[in-house]
């Protein structure tokens, strides 16, 4: 085993719970996934951290359940890696909240 200093390990990461968008919202409210439709979170933030020139220094990862389940929303963890601050976990509606997660994210980690 080798420790490694990947970019992302001065500032956090941003992690979405694959679960949510991709079973949990179809199966149980297959209006909200309609309306969804193909918008995936993390490839939303990541592109939008590559046009803000942040990719890299964060990073957005999809994860697997992170057994907290809200209908209709996805979970997402913001993990700081910055010395006196805490993740902190958000239920966010995956269009409505996009703008304002990426202004937290950016808070935090940027």
């Known amino acids: 085993m080798q420790p490694i ?10 992690l979405v719970c694959e679960r949510c968008a991709k079973e949990r919202i179809p199966e149980e409210d297959p209006d909200k ?3 969804i439709g193909d918008f995936h979170l993390r490839d939303w933030l990541k592109d939008r951290l590559k046009a803000d020139g942040l ?5 957005a990862v999809n994860t697997s359940c ?5 209908r209709r929303h996805v979970t997402v963890v ?3 890696k ?29």
């Open 55 to 59: 990719w890299g220094k964060i990073r």
């Open 78 to 80: 913001i993990d700081p």
């Open 82 to 110: 910055t010395e006196g601050k805490n993740a902190q976990a958000f239920i966010v509606d995956p269009l409505a909240d996009r703008e304002a997660l990426y202004t937290e994210i950016v808070k935090r980690l940027g």
């Open 33 to 35: 996934a309609a309306e």
């Open 66 to 70: 992170m057994d907290v389940c809200a």
């Open 5 to 14: 200093k990947p970019k992302w390990s001065d500032s956090g990461l941003v």
